[in-house]
């Protein structure tokens, strides 16, 4: 009988364990050059805006770097517009050295933007989720990939944006977890995706009257279950129908993939349930979550450094630039989960029985909610009305709101710091106790005097000292070829459309995520 030979190395891959890495990125518009007539007009190709060849080469590369960089074995996306894009992205992955030869989309629906899958495994099944039928709540993707002979569920979503109600969001939510509890219970799956919803919303939606049209029922917290008795779901006692967010690793104060003029959201989620920690099959390993932050990802100011439009001529392409959110990622594996022995960060941390001494630009990136934070030497530089700003000379400042009784213009305090939200988009403190009172301080010094553009996020809460321009429907054009929007809280002070101004004292803001100067 002939002997024959077979090497080694064509024998299963999964004779032994291996870890899959696993990631998720909302790419921020990935168009095609092929008009379809429901583009975002800034994408119809061709046009003044510039979306051309040049500009979707670009993004494509600057994504597929990103993509390469990152290595991941599947990786969930968001705002692809069509097959056609993600083929080209595909593409451009591979050219990079890391081909990913397995593509999905969930393109049943036109909506302008998708849902898409690259993969390195083969996707065998693929279905869509549609939450209710119409054209402005995006589809859910389902794709199933096989790792070995095991068969791993990947559930890409982009919920309804933060411009809409929670009960958009809710819509997908209840869509989703239809769907899931009609797997079997042993079944292996990932929600991974944009969901618009923090990690905390069941506490961050009741203070947010603009988005809560649900008694304070969120969709990642309630309906999906993230959130069990008030508290967060954690690993140690999860089981069916319940969920883990592998946010929870992280300390709260790393809980962020999108960046917006200052305000920090997780929007981005990884969501796991009990099977992925059973010890069977496939699983989770155990704290390998993160977000992919390389330097290049970021300005020279620190802000996300997404696709790059330009603010005169009517948002032209500058073909610079990769997206407005951060991808995060996560390891699963072969082998039977492990639990590594390590308490998981809380709240409590941040916000502890006893006092932290904190500086203002701290709170910019604190979670939301009760604390205990000390600043040493704040100055109340503005006081109108409800509203007071804190300055920390050299640093940043705060905005304080009603709870600003025993603030004076123009004195130094150390302050108790014992409650952050954010309205619209602005941070501000709504509950501060003085601890102490340091005397009288110089104004003038501390107003903002230089600047370029005030629609940096440096500037939120800042008071400037003085600028003038040219008032035109609502905006304020000063230097050179800057706006920015201004409001009013007394109508009768708007000037005349045309009318050259000189504002002095006027505060930095911003209202639904865009920043505007105003005039208390």
Request: aromatic fraction near 10%; proline fraction near 6%; charge should be positive.
């Amino acid at each position: 009988m002939k002997k024959v030979w077979i090497p080694i190395f064509l024998f299963p891959l999964f004779l032994s364990a291996r870890d899959i890495r696993v990631a998720s990125w909302n790419v921020e518009n990935l168009f095609d050059l092929k008009k379809s007539g429901s583009e975002y007009t800034e994408y119809i190709p061709f046009t003044g805006y510039g979306w051309n060849e040049k500009a979707f080469e670009t993004k494509v590369r600057n994504l597929a770097r990103v993509i390469c960089d990152l290595e991941p074995d599947i990786i969930g996306l968001q705002e692809i517009e069509s097959d056609r894009a993600l083929a080209a992205l595909q593409k451009g992955v591979a050219a990079c050295g890391w081909p990913m030869r397995h593509r999905a989309i969930a393109d049943d629906k036109p909506t302008t933007v998708k849902t898409a899958l690259l993969s390195r495994f083969s996707i065998v099944g693929k279905r869509e989720i549609d939450p209710d039928g119409a054209l402005r709540t995006r589809n859910v993707l389902e794709a199933t990939v096989k790792i070995g002979d095991r068969p791993l569920k990947i559930f890409v979503n982009h919920w309804k944006s933060r411009s809409g109600t929670e009960s958009r969001r809710i819509v997908s939510a209840r869509a989703l977890m239809k769907r899931l509890l009609e797997l079997p219970e042993t079944s292996e799956y990932m929600l991974l995706g944009d969901f618009n919803s923090d990690w905390n919303e069941w506490r961050t939606l009741p203070r947010t009257p603009r988005l809560n049209d649900t008694h304070g029922i969120t969709g990642i917290n309630h309906i999906l279950k993230t959130v069990k008795d008030g508290k967060p779901v954690s690993k140690r006692d999860i089981v069916r129908p319940y969920h883990y967010d592998l946010w929870l690793e992280l300390p709260p104060q790393r809980r962020w993939s999108h960046n917006f003029y200052g305000a920090k959201h997780a929007l981005d989620h990884m969501i796991l349930p009990a099977s992925m920690f059973d010890g069977k099959g496939i699983d989770y390993k155990d704290r390998s979550f993160r977000k992919f932050t390389p330097r290049y990802l970021f300005t020279k100011k620190g802000a996300i450094y997404r696709w790059q439009v330009a603010k005169k001529r009517h948002g032209k392409h500058l073909n610079a630039g990769y997206s407005d959110h951060l991808p995060i990622y996560a390891l699963v594996t072969t082998a039977p989960y492990t639990a590594i022995s390590k308490e998981e960060p809380t709240e409590e941390r941040v916000a502890p029985s006893s006092p932290t001494t904190l500086h203002i630009a701290d709170l910019y990136t604190l979670p939301l909610g009760w604390m205990n934070g000390i600043v040493d030497n704040a100055v109340v530089l503005y006081k109108k009305g409800k509203v007071a700003v804190l300055k920390e000379p050299g640093g940043r400042a705060i905005l304080v709101y009603r709870d600003i009784g025993l603030l004076e213009e123009g004195k130094r305090y150390k302050v108790a710091i014992r409650k952050l939200y954010d309205y619209r988009g602005l941070r501000e403190v709504t509950k501060i106790e003085v601890l102490e009172t340091r005397g009288k301080v110089p104004v003038e010094p501390l107003l903002l005097k230089k600047f370029d553009d005030l629609k940096d996020p440096r500037y939120v809460n800042e008071v400037v000292a003085r600028i003038t321009g040219v008032y035109k429907r609502g905006y304020l054009h000063y230097g050179k070829g800057r706006r920015i929007k201004v409001y009013f809280r007394n109508r009768k002070d708007r000037p005349r459309n045309g009318e050259r101004v000189t504002f002095e004292k006027i505060r930095v803001a911003i209202y639904r995520n865009r920043p505007q100067l105003v005039v208390d």
